[in-house]
T-cell receptor, first 120, second 113 residues
Framework: GAVVSQHPSRVICKSGTSVKIECRSL??????MFWYRQFPKQSLMLMAT?????????EQGVEKDKFLINHASLTLSTLTVTSAHPEDSSFYIC????????????????FGPGTRLTVT | QQQVKQSPQSLIVQKGGISIINCAYE??????FPWYQQFPGKGPALLIA?????SEKKEGRFTISFNKSAKQFSLHIMDSQPGDSATYFC????????????FGKGTSLLVTP
């Protein structure tokens, strides 16, 4: 259980266009979803936290007008990179946390497989 | 500002040996400490996690040791196998601030045959 999917897995777009990435929790309802960005051979950097039905909370330095996050349902969150530029090329990964009860599982976060964005 | 410091950056271990990765933190509000394994081009996979009310947790060949007073925790991989070759990340989060994970910089583990 606890499977998170992302679509697409890879996308190439031209500079100035917008790209939407979907993150879905397949077998559980995700109370909270997170979006991370990872550069080659580096760690994951948290971009934003989103709770279903409310506005996302962005980390310092992340442009909320450029990286639009929508968490419309308990199983779907989307990240839209608007007016993409080559410096936005990166590996974008989402994670989801369920509303599980019981000792321990409440904290568990499961990651999607990632989306490789290349902006030309 | 890196809230979780991880070492070593890279590690080479012979098959059958023990791999040890260490992490340290400063924020005493952290109350959840997971370890993730990531293969190239894939998302991180949750390996094992611990809360500060226990000093050790074991799942199969993976063990977390936790030292609350020293604000350190470590991952031990027993009987390391070539298939364990991956990047390992430690992380920490605070339960009453949304559980967002603060990651270490990662350790690239290579297990040689």
């Amino acid at each position: 259980g606890a499977v998170v999917s992302q679509h697409p897995s890879r996308v190439i777009c031209k500079s100035g266009t917008s790209v939407k990435i979907e993150c879905r929790s397949l077998d559980f309802q995700a109370t909270t979803m997170f979006w991370y960005r990872q550069f080659p051979k580096q760690s994951l950097m948290l971009m934003a936290t989103s709770n279903e039905g409310s506005k996302a909370t962005y980390e310092q330095g992340v442009e909320k007008d450029k990286f639009l996050i929508n968490h419309a349902s308990l199983t779907l969150s989307t990240l839209t990179v608007t007016s993409a530029h080559p410096e936005d090329s990166s590996f974008y990964i989402c994670s989801a946390r369920g509303p599980w009860g019981g000792q321990g599982k409440t904290y568990e976060q499961y990651f999607g497989p990632g989306t490789r964005l290349t902006v030309t | 500002q890196q809230q979780v410091k991880q070492s070593p950056q890279s590690l080479i271990v012979q098959k059958g040996g023990i791999s040890i990765i260490n992490c340290a933190y400063e924020n005493t509000a952290f109350d959840y400490f997971p370890w993730y394994q990531q293969f190239p081009g894939k998302g991180p996979a949750l390996l094992i996690a611990i809360r500060p009310d226990v000093s050790e947790k074991k799942e199969g060949r993976f063990t977390i040791s936790f030292n609350k007073s020293a604000k350190q925790f470590s991952l031990h991989i027993m009987d390391s196998q070539p298939g364990d070759s991956a990047t390992y990340f430690c992380a920490a989060s605070i339960s009453n601030s949304g559980y967002a994970l603060n990651f270490g910089k990662g350790t690239s583990l290579l297990v040689t045959p």
